[in-house]
């Protein structure tokens, strides 16, 4: 049987609970395919670096680099900061060494799920953001100069790694039309009618859109996506962009479908993977038993999906195939999380789940 090693890095508030459930689903499937995965549980994070003075050693990094993919809880707690204001945030760090330059973050409305627009078609939600992960302003952190009468920051965008994004958006967009039974689009959400990273930034799509002749592709300024995004969510497909475009985006989109406990994401690289939920630590909730692992869950489906594509067998992919179905079929037969105003904790949610898994 081949062996998979799981870095497993839970992290901080309700990153360990939302894990804790996500491993007994993985288990679940695990032991139905003989899937031959192994979990290696590792501390980073900020509750990491109040104990030991580092939120992610070199041992862990290492430890997590070597290994096959990587689940990652969430990090980070607003009350432990460095010296500069500025939170822990190990994850971005591992965004930034593993080079993870594609953060694919699937939005769709699950089945059951109340939404919160009125509008019948939003039942149709189905896209995905795709959000460049080691640039963009995010290429500053730690580097912004701040002085008492001034502070500023710098976005940097490469060739390179916008070359990367963009065949990576054409890629998914085709996989995905192929995947629906419907023709693919990339539209690429930037703001290049004022800066001209970003008009640069739509010449290399363009370069790139040549090579991909059955993909549609257009551009869209984020503030306009921002407001599209609330009243015709179910017209986009594929959407790359800058990382804090990205990174704000992702939330607003969480909440069309029900919010943060129904958003999963995977950060991509050539040679490495994290796959976490797109929340974070929710401090609110945190130690209470009320988060919603279905992000988290959702997040290991397409851990396994990537593992098959790099191999590791079709039983991956069904057994993602399985995951996906089964959270679709809790929450279609009545699962109500307390997010949606229901009454499920962790646990209920988590049982739910594994016995619908069929
Ligand atoms: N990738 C990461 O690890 C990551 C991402 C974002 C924020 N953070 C960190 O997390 C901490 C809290 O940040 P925040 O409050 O801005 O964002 P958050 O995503 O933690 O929480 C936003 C809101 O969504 C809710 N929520 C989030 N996940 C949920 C779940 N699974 N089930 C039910 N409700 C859920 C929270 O209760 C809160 O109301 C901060 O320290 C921040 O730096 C980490």
Redesign the pocket.
Known sequence: MNSYDIAVLA?D??GPE?VEATLAVLRKVDARHSLGLGFTELRAGAFAYRDTGTDLSDEVFDRARKADAILLG?????GIRHADGT?L?P?ITLRQRLDLFGGVRPIRAIPGVPLPLVDPRAAKIDFVILRESTEGLFFSKDKGVVTRDQAEETLRMTRGTSLRLARMAFDLAGQRARRLGRSGRVTLVDKANVFRAFAWLRQIFQEVAVDYPEVRHDAAYVDAMALDLIRRPWDFDLLPTENMFGDILSDLAAGLIG???FAPSADLGEGHAVF??S???????AGKG???PT?TILSAAMMLEWLAMRDAGDAMAEAAQEIRAAVDAAFSEGLRTA?IGGTSGTAEATRAVLSALR
């Open positions: 992290g508030g309700i939302v969430a990090m980070g707690w607003p939170e945030a994850q919010g943060m406990g976490q939920p929340h974070g630590t929710a401090p609110d909730i009320k988060a919603n992000a997010d």
